[in-house]
């Protein structure tokens, strides 16, 4: 869970919404039709007791609280009885209790309660939350909740990862929902599965310069201890070219003449480049 502030401006701070148009509402159609899906839906749907939860947080007075505010969805078969939660109100359930650690009002939790439940389509009965979190546990796609002051809402990692670079938010609250169910979810192991970010070492960026920048028939690399220290650059010319032609702006090099019959016929030259490494 963290916490980003940036500047923008309320246009732009729509412009965040991760985009629901007809690509995501095929795939959440394709879900809602899906016999395996609706089944897990059922288990996701089923009330438990979970009574893991009540223990290990011994909140039970601020559940009591947080009842009467109308801010939690639960199921009770007497006043005195454990508190049932399906799997998308557990997951509510811990959202609220992160947002009160970071000090968020319970007003301001009220007012997204109905973005967390709130339906895809109605003639996709699924919830935001539902989708997310199957994509989060089934697929390990990153699912992140994030709150702030104008518009608050559902994001994959790429949809948050676009919005925080393009500064769309003005302030804003990110609870990163694959570890709350993770917990939930023990034997199921929930993942995040962050899509690799490529990138190139010190030594292949300059592997990459000289083999465009240099002019070569042949350039063979030289280890040593498991470390690139030094590139042999060979090239061949033609047999007017003088020696002197070819040292020149040239150090640590060698040059090779081919005779034949007594008449030169080419020339070699292998300039040894030391690689700079990292530290020089």
């Not at 939860?53 to 199921?75: A, T």
């Not at 609220?96 to 709130?118: A, C, M, N, V, W």
């Amino acid at each position: 869970m963290m916490q980003v502030t940036s500047s923008i401006n309320q246009d732009d701070e729509k412009m965040s919404i991760p985009d629901r148009g007809n690509v995501f509402l095929s795939h959440a159609y394709h879900i809602c039709q899906s016999e395996k899906i609706q089944d897990l839906l059922k288990l996701f749907r089923t009330r438990t007791a979970y009574y893991d939860m009540d223990k290990d947080w011994r909140f039970y007075r601020v559940l009591s609280h947080w009842d009467s505010k109308g801010l939690i969805e639960c199921e009770r078969e007497s006043m005195d009885g454990w508190r049932k939660f399906n799997l998308i109100e557990a997951l509510w359930v811990s959202v609220i209790q992160k947002l009160r650690h970071l000090h968020t009002s319970l007003e301001d939790i009220g007012r997204l309660k109905p973005k967390f439940f709130e339906m895809i389509d109605w003639e996709c009965p699924i919830s935001l939350a539902e989708y997310y979190a199957l994509c989060a546990i089934f697929l390990e796609k990153p699912a992140f909740l994030v709150i702030a002051p104008l518009h608050s809402d559902f994001f994959f990692y790429q949809e948050l990862q676009a919005a925080l670079s393009a500064a769309r938010f003005e302030s804003c609250i990110i609870v990163h929902l694959n570890p709350i169910l993770n917990k939930l979810l023990p034997k199921e192991g929930v993942k995040s599965k962050f899509p690799f970010a490529g990138g190139i070492t010190y030594e292949q960026q300059e592997i990459l310069e000289i083999l465009a920048n240099e002019d070569f028939d042949r350039i063979t690399f030289r280890k040593e201890k498991g470390k690139l220290y030094r590139c042999d650059i060979e090239k061949g010319f033609a047999p007017d070219v003088s020696e002197h032609l070819l040292k020149q702006g040239h150090k640590n090099l060698a040059i090779t003449t081919n005779i034949v019959d007594g008449r030169t016929t080419s020339r070699t030259r292998m300039i040894k480049k030391n690689l700079k490494g990292p530290t020089q």
